[in-house]
């Protein structure tokens, strides 16, 4: 049957004549006040055995009428006070009372002897041991927590015997198994847990010397710095200065592990907590190592004593540093996705290059200095919560592309803007960092799929947004174009990418959009205008095309000049006054813009403010003289702009 746990009672010492003596020795060189309190604790302790062997004894003494007449304390005062030889049970004592005098005198091994002799002795033995074996297993366990508490000689031999009792119980387990007795039966004898108990009360006293981290608002790297550095100079050297009475009695393998066991559970408490960030379990790593150095040191130098013992073992170290890098490794992951996260936030500006590189490298540097092997996989798994972050933001992008509504252009060129970011990040990643083929095909995918759907609606969005003000803007004095122009000017002007591919190719697209929603509005107006309105459009599309103008080459800078022009043509061509120079201006346009159709300019001839019969008959045949079909489908302005031909009046007149 499993025994219950038992109380730290004081040791009860005495009945040794060996050890009565030096406790005499002791007390003559002690001062007076710590000679009386020897005294007061020698009472107690007394009082304390008295008391258990009177329990004991009205269950396990047959004498149990002598119990009743003289009383338990009696009794239990009576057998403590009695003398025992030490070569063997004094003549005719009952067994039960040697036990007890065995038990309070520190002689752990004669008492499981004896308890184990009568454990077999038959009759009631059985119930009787496993009460003998309660009583010294609570006294063995009293003599470790007085060794604990400090470093007194005279707990030497006690100490020894719990060492040598612990040795029998695993003799006589092995002698069991080794003669066919039930597993079971063994299992649950009761001296096969004093092992395991032993372990436990080590486990907490020790773990009661560890100072508590946190408890105050104070837990930064200092913080922690200072409290690594009392678990070496306080915790280990107190344990240390216990562990020599420990070795001499047999104990010290249990002691050591114990002592590493509770090491490890409270270095394993703090890289648990969630608040601990990367740099913190980056300082439990680093001085787990150095307690290994320490340690592996001290055994490769002879004659050198090492700082501690106790330090560290191979498999606590080993255990350390794993679950250390494990909590490593996932706080780099989650560190370095709510950085990405927040650098790459659709509603604020982008950030910059080095920024993102930085969240992406800073910590396998920090890695660096204390292991290349643990740098290598936080640098791994950093790219990996990248291409996780890549995965996470397409998604995000693809959710933000489906809103109700047209989401604003300056968020979508932040968007895209985000995605230059990553490019440029990424390539540079590729020469600091080991970055795999398949990552990089991962990546680039990620932003090749990103940037052509954002691409894609943007130019959707513009599209939208220049009908929408251009459908009425020959007819109104203020259609809102302008106003438009600025706007999006103002866009291009906060991208931050302006050296990049895309950016040139959007600048570009935009242009080819504005001109050819713009041509779609000037030549759909409504026919005979009157001399005034044809005098307002052509002054709008003067001022339209300055403005155009201004806002591209700012935006393109000298890319600008390779931009298709048709507006500038047909403003040269509607403002040249006499019909041989209209000829001339009309041959580039034909020739640039070779998709341009007969009503395509008939159109555009009915804005000139004054042209008669024969220069339209004339600049018609001119037309028809020299127009072309487009061997190729670049620079097809005009194809897709439907023009209703003009009805002439039953005259043939222009004017009716």
């Given at each position: 049957?499993?025994?219950t746990?038992?109380s730290w009672?004081?040791?009860v010492?005495?009945?040794?004549?060996?050890?009565?003596?030096?406790?005499g020795?002791?007390?003559?060189i002690?001062?007076?006040?710590?000679h009386?309190e020897?005294k007061?604790?020698e009472v107690?302790?007394?009082?304390?055995?008295?008391?258990?062997?009177?329990?004991?004894l009205?269950?396990?003494?047959?004498?149990?009428?002598m119990?009743e007449?003289?009383?338990?304390?009696?009794?239990?005062?009576?057998?403590?006070?009695?003398?025992i030889?030490k070569k063997?049970?004094?003549?005719?004592?009952?067994a039960?009372?040697?036990?007890?005098?065995f038990?309070?005198?520190?002689?752990?091994?004669?008492?499981?002897?004896q308890?184990?002799?009568?454990?077999?002795s038959?009759?009631?033995?059985?119930?009787?041991s496993?009460?003998?074996?309660?009583?010294?297993a609570?006294?063995m366990?009293t003599?470790v927590?007085?060794?604990?508490?400090?470093?007194?000689?005279?707990?030497?031999?006690?100490?020894?015997?719990?060492g040598?009792?612990l040795?029998?119980e695993?003799?006589?387990?092995a002698e069991?198994?080794?003669?066919?007795?039930?597993?079971?039966?063994?299992?649950?004898?009761s001296p096969?847990?004093w092992?395991?108990d032993?372990?436990?009360?080590l486990?907490?006293?020790?773990?009661a010397q560890i100072?508590?981290f946190?408890s105050?608002?104070?837990?930064?790297?200092t913080?922690?710095?200072?409290?690594?550095?009392?678990l070496?100079?306080?915790?280990?050297?107190?344990?240390?200065?216990r562990s020599?009475?420990?070795?001499?009695?047999?104990?010290?393998?249990?002691?050591?592990?114990?002592c590493?066991?509770?090491?490890?559970?409270?270095?394993?408490?703090?890289?648990d907590s969630n608040?601990?960030?990367?740099?913190?379990?980056?300082?439990?790593?680093?001085?787990?190592i150095k307690?290994?150095?320490?340690?592996?040191?001290?055994?490769?130098?002879?004659?050198?004593?090492?700082q501690?013992?106790?330090?560290l073992?191979a498999?606590?170290l080993?255990?350390?540093?794993l679950?250390?890098?494990?909590k490593?490794?996932?706080?780099?992951r989650?560190?370095?996705?709510?950085?990405?996260?927040?650098?790459?936030?659709?509603?604020?500006?982008?950030?910059?290059d080095?920024?993102?590189?930085?969240?992406?490298?800073?910590?396998?540097?920090a890695?660096?200095?204390?292991?290349?092997?643990?740098?290598?996989?936080?640098?791994?798994?950093?790219l990996e919560e990248?291409l996780r972050?890549?995965?996470s933001?397409?998604d995000?992008v693809?959710n933000?592309?489906?809103?109700?509504?047209?989401p604003?252009?300056c968020?979508?060129?932040?968007?895209?803007e985000?995605?230059?970011l990553?490019?440029?990040v990424?390539h540079?990643?590729?020469?600091?960092?080991?970055?795999?083929?398949?990552?990089n095909?991962?990546?680039?995918?990620?932003?090749?799929r990103?940037?052509?759907d954002?691409?894609?609606?943007?130019?959707?969005?513009i599209?939208?947004?220049?009908?929408?003000t251009?459908?009425?803007h020959?007819k109104k004095c203020?259609?809102?174009?302008?106003?438009?122009?600025?706007?999006?000017?103002?866009?291009?002007l906060?991208?931050?990418?302006?050296?990049?591919?895309?950016?040139?190719?959007?600048?570009k697209a935009?242009?080819?959009?504005?001109i050819?929603?713009?041509?779609?509005?000037?030549?759909?107006?409504?026919?005979k205008?009157?001399?005034m309105?044809?005098?307002r459009?052509?002054?709008?599309?003067?001022e339209?095309?300055?403005?155009?103008?201004?806002?591209?080459k700012?935006?393109l800078g000298?890319?600008?000049?390779s931009l298709?022009?048709p507006?500038?043509?047909?403003l040269?061509l509607?403002?040249?006054?006499?019909?041989?120079?209209?000829?001339?201006?009309?041959?580039?346009?034909l020739?640039?813009?070779?998709?341009?159709r007969?009503?395509?300019l008939s159109?555009v001839?009915?804005?000139?403010?004054?042209?008669?019969r024969?220069?339209?008959?004339?600049?018609?045949?001119t037309?028809?003289?020299?127009?072309?079909?487009?061997?190729t489908?670049?620079n097809?302005?005009?194809?897709?702009?439907?023009?209703?031909?003009?009805?002439?009046?039953?005259?043939g007149?222009?004017?009716?």
């Open positions: 049957m499993r025994k746990k038992h009672a004081a040791f010492g005495g009945g040794n004549k060996k050890g009565e003596k030096m406790a020795e002791n007390a003559r002690l001062p007076k006040a710590t009386e020897r007061k604790q107690k302790r007394k009082g304390t055995l008295k008391t258990l062997a009177g329990k004991l009205k269950t396990v003494v047959g004498g149990k009428e119990v007449k003289v009383g338990a304390e009696d009794v239990a005062g009576n057998l403590l006070k009695r003398p030889n063997g049970v004094e003549k005719g004592m009952p039960e009372e040697t036990i007890c005098r038990i309070e005198q520190g002689r752990f091994l004669e008492a499981c002897e308890i184990h002799n009568l454990e077999h038959g009759n009631d033995g059985m119930k009787k496993e009460s003998l074996y309660v009583l010294l609570e006294q366990w003599v927590g007085e060794a604990l508490g400090g470093s007194d000689r005279m707990l030497l031999e006690p100490l020894q015997s719990v040598e009792s040795k029998w695993k003799q006589k387990e069991w198994l080794g003669n066919g007795l039930e597993t079971e039966s063994v299992s649950t004898w096969n847990f092992r395991k032993l372990e436990e009360k486990m907490q006293y020790m773990t100072p508590l946190g105050s608002d104070n837990t930064d790297e913080a922690l710095k200072q409290h690594l550095n009392h070496e100079t306080t915790f280990l050297h107190s344990l240390e200065h020599d009475i420990f070795k001499e009695a047999g104990l010290l393998i249990t002691y050591a592990r114990c590493h066991a509770s090491l490890c559970s409270h270095l394993a408490t703090l890289t608040c601990f960030s990367f740099s913190q379990s980056l300082l439990i790593y680093e001085w787990s307690m290994y150095k320490s340690g592996s040191q001290a055994c490769v130098r002879p004659g050198h004593i090492p501690h013992r106790l330090s073992g498999q606590c080993v255990w350390i540093l679950k250390t890098e494990e490593l490794l996932a706080i780099a989650k560190e370095v996705g709510e950085a990405l996260k927040e650098a790459f936030d659709i509603g604020k500006p982008p950030c910059a080095a920024a993102v590189i930085e969240i992406l490298t800073e910590k396998t540097e890695a660096r200095r204390v292991s290349e092997s643990l740098s290598e996989k936080v640098e791994a798994e950093c990248c972050f890549l995965e933001y397409e995000e693809r933000f592309l489906q809103l109700d509504g047209c604003k252009i968020s979508s060129l932040r968007i895209l985000n995605c230059c990553l490019r440029t990424w540079k990643l590729t020469y600091i960092c080991s970055v795999s083929t398949e990552q095909i991962k990546v680039n995918g990620f932003l090749h990103m940037e052509d954002i691409m894609e609606h943007f130019l959707q969005t599209t939208s947004k220049v009908k929408g251009l459908k009425d020959f203020d259609s809102g174009f302008d106003h438009f122009l600025e706007s999006l000017n103002q866009s291009f906060t991208f931050g990418k302006k050296k990049t591919d895309i950016y040139e190719a959007l600048i935009v242009n080819a959009i504005i050819t929603e713009y041509m779609q509005a000037l030549l759909t107006t409504p026919r205008p009157s001399a309105q044809r005098r459009i052509v002054n709008k599309i003067e339209d095309h300055r403005m155009m103008q201004t806002i591209f700012e935006c000298p890319a600008a000049g298709k022009d507006i500038k043509a047909i040269e509607i403002q040249t006054s006499d019909p041989e120079g209209m000829k001339i201006a009309l041959l580039p346009i020739k640039e813009f070779p998709d341009l007969k009503e395509h159109a001839l009915d804005i000139k403010d004054v042209l008669n024969e220069d339209r008959a004339a600049l018609l045949k037309f028809h003289d020299n127009c072309r079909e487009s061997e489908e670049a097809l302005l005009f194809a897709d702009i439907e023009v209703k031909p003009r009805k002439y009046g039953l005259c007149c222009l004017c009716c």
